[in-house]
């Protein structure tokens, strides 16, 4: 365990320092579990080719016992398979369990679609404005005597029924439709969506999302050879990504890195495939759930 | 948005130029005037940047001497020996699980779920804190409404059930319940908390 846990280290330094962050992450039970399976290579990093195995791993997958906080007694955990992202072909690493209130929520179309609307709304700042009769920059004189000219009886040249005169009842400035949706039904939403990821099969979950090259030939590669759709967005928990992955994915429009805190329901719907990190998982179940089950709720 | 600041002249008509002249003359005096820096003439203001100087306060030497950048403080020693102290007083984040008690029910009639008496084809997820997920609510005209929510499984079979315990068991004349599939919960005319407590708590939910 400890020769595989150097190598890790040896791997994460031969990369730049915006990788600092990953050699203090905490390893979970379940990666602890699998690095006791493994084989033990060393492996220098900057000489790998695109095509060649990074780490030698036994073929059989290895199943994980996952530990699942806040469990639903009456649904049993989802399954998910844990591959990699170091050859073109996944490789099952393992089958972990998901929380089922988490990743098997029954689905709600309208608290996804509040969601959307409410993520679109309350950013959304309408810049129309039509200037009033005040707003106008002209002569408040009367424009002729009252009687005597054959004319319309007129105060000013700025009324509503003149000719480039004000708009009476036309929108009002920039205004906000700012407004903020119940942290429940946010937590639900996220929830749902997640869930309905993991039902249409548009859920993976890998290791870590580092590759071992940084061309972006080899992430079309990757993407194509395992279906995983037009768009995909990769969710890591830290927002300092890998090297590698950062210059390839910035080649694409349609391959997005994301946060676990970046986390929202548009961007889970919007992109056809999700593919969340271990880590990411851990952090996002340990949210969720403690979100549903914390003690001081104002109703 | 509004009418631009500096008017056209010739709206004045013939004052236009002296009034412009004035309000001219005006900014020229406020400018000067914030050049200077200081509100009040005569007063002598700290050039040093930092030192704010309240003047409804008795002005203290030592006070302002404290903020000033030169100034010596005792050194600092951070520990977190005592911490403990605080962290017990805390409250927990999440709602923890109920000790176990040597009877049940308990002094205030709460008893846990019981997996051996409950059926296989449906299921009540209880609160997050251990309570049965019944509520009753009092509309305006005095209708009443129980609901029952986080069913899991088969809820028709459990609509089935608990209209038959209700009708039968119980003596109520008529029930009418709402199945809400979508959104997992089954909704009672009335006021039946008594009545279905006691048929969740039998059914070991």
Redo the contacts between chains.
């Keep these: 365990m400890c020769m595989f846990m150097k190598m890790n280290v040896f791997r994460q330094i031969a990369r730049t320092n915006t990788c600092v962050s990953l050699i203090q992450r905490q390893c979970t039970a379940a990666q602890i579990f699998l690095q006791r399976c493994f084989a033990t290579k060393v492996f220098q990093g900057d000489e790998v080719e695109a095509s060649a195995r990074v780490v030698a791993r036994p073929s059989l997958p290895i199943i994980t016992s996952r530990k699942i906080q ?1 469990p ?4 049993e955990p989802k399954q998910a398979w844990l591959e990699n992202m170091d050859t073109i072909s996944s490789e099952k690493l393992g089958i972990i369990d998901l929380h089922p209130d988490v990743f098997g929520t ?3 179309m309208d608290i996804l679609h509040e969601n959307v609307v409410w993520q679109h709304k309350y950013r959304y700042i309408n810049y129309e ?1 039509e200037l009033s009769k005040g ?3 002209k ?1 408040r004189r009367k424009p002729f005597p009252q009687k005597g000219m054959g004319k319309k009886r007129a105060g000013s040249t700025k009324a509503c029924n003149w000719k480039y005169g004000g708009s009476a009842h036309g929108p009002r ?1 920039p205004y906000s439709t700012y407004y903020m949706l119940s942290k429940e039904k946010r937590e639900l939403g996220l929830r749902i969506a997640l869930s309905v990821k993991y039902a249409q099969d548009d859920l993976h979950i890998v290791d870590s999302l580092e590759i071992p090259s940084e061309d972006p030939e080899y992430l079309q590669e990757l993407i194509d050879t395992r279906y995983w759709g037009f768009s995909v967005l990769f969710v890591d928990d830290t927002d300092i990504m890998p090297v590698n992955m950062s210059l390839a994915a910035s080649e694409f429009g349609q391959y997005n890195l994301l946060p676990v805190y970046g986390l929202n329901v548009y961007s889970i719907l919007k992109h056809q495939t999700l593919v969340m990190t271990l880590a990411a998982v851990e952090k996002l179940e340990q949210k969720l ?2 979100q ?6 104002r109703k | 948005m509004a009418a631009p600041l500096v008017r056209n002249i010739r709206a004045f008509g013939i004052f236009g130029n002296k009034i412009a002249q004035i309000r001219q003359q005006k900014l020229l005096f406020l400018a000067s005037r914030a050049a200077s820096g200081s509100k009040w003439k005569g007063t002598e203001v700290d050039q040093d940047p930092f030192h704010y100087h309240d003047n409804t306060v008795p002005y203290f030497p030592e006070e302002s001497a404290k903020k000033s950048l030169e100034a010596e403080y005792p050194d600092v020693e951070i520990s977190t020996e005592d911490w403990h102290y605080v962290e017990r007083v805390l409250p927990p984040k999440t709602v923890p699980e109920p000790p176990q008690h040597e009877s049940y029910p308990t002094a205030s009639g709460w008893l846990p779920p019981n997996t051996s008496l409950q059926p296989k084809e449906y299921g009540i997820v209880r609160t997050r804190n251990h309570m049965l997920p019944l509520y009753y609510r009092k509309h305006f005209h005095g209708k009443e409404t129980t609901r029952i929510l986080h069913i899991v499984g088969d809820i028709w079979k459990f609509k089935k059930d608990v209209h038959d315990y209700l009708t039968k068991e119980k003596g109520v004349r008529s029930v009418d319940i709402q199945v809400h599939e979508v959104g997992r919960f089954l909704r009672f005319r009335g006021n039946h908390l008594e009545n279905v407590a006691e048929f969740l708590l039998q059914k070991g939910f």
């Design positions: 806040f639903n007694p009456y649904i029954p689905p709600r404005k707003d106008l920059d002569r400035g759930l403690e549903m089950h914390k003690a001081d709720v």
